[in-house]
């Protein structure tokens, strides 16, 4: 299979464009539920939003089924993963797929389990949730983190190329998070949720 995308590396940018558009419908489809059930239950807050990236944001909130801004992107990157499949020598080939598609497929996986997770909570779950986004890309973090050490050991153990791509893209994953903490607001000291008076 390795070997067939590697010389067709046209499918290998068409998958590469629709785990894009995968991610992007599950992206709408977790915050579908969380605005007609999970918003009882969970808010983050400076900014109230399931979506990590701050620019796409807006339209997550809005539930842009076709947003050109993230269509003509993953349009783009599709091509440049196609090129550079093409470009990198032999030995690189496995590693370039297997890092390319882990990076969707594990924010993928994300997403689902958070949108069975919001599902499975329309009952039997009370109370609510105030995270703070620095709170939360850094759980998220961990949990890319966590996953990267998983597929590390695998990959050590299978010797697979593309698992090693996998692996490494599980930890780019997690260091994304952090920097993207550099977008949002300290931790106040005296933290409280939403709407309480701080006097």
Not at 33 to 47: A, C, D, G, L, V
Not at 146 to 162: D, V
Request: hydrophobic share 45%.
């Amino acid at each position: 299979m390795i070997e067939w995308l590697i010389n067709n590396p046209t499918v290998f940018g068409l998958i590469t464009l629709v785990l894009m558009q995968i991610d992007w419908l599950l992206t709408l489809s977790q915050e579908k539920e969380r605005k007609e059930h999970y918003f009882k239950h969970y808010q983050s807050y400076p900014i109230n939003t399931i979506e990590g990236s701050p620019a796409f944001q807006n339209s997550v909130a809005k539930r842009q089924y076709i947003n050109p801004k993230h269509l003509i992107a993953s349009v783009i990157i599709g091509i440049i993963v196609t090129f550079a499949l093409i470009l990198i020598p032999d030995r690189f080939s496995a590693l370039l797929i297997g890092f390319v598609w882990g990076v969707y497929l594990i924010v993928c996986t994300q997403h689902l389990t958070n949108l069975t997770g919001y599902i499975a909570s329309r009952k039997g779950l009370h109370g609510k949730l105030f995270l703070h986004q620095r709170t939360g890309y850094l759980i998220q973090s961990g949990r890319y983190f966590s996953i990267a050490l998983f597929l590390f050991f695998l990959s050590i153990l299978s010797g697979s190329e593309i698992i090693y791509g996998v692996t490494i893209a599980g930890f780019i994953s997690s260091i994304r998070q952090l920097l993207l903490l550099k977008k949002v607001p300290k931790i106040n000291q005296d933290d409280l949720p939403p709407g309480l008076n701080r006097d």
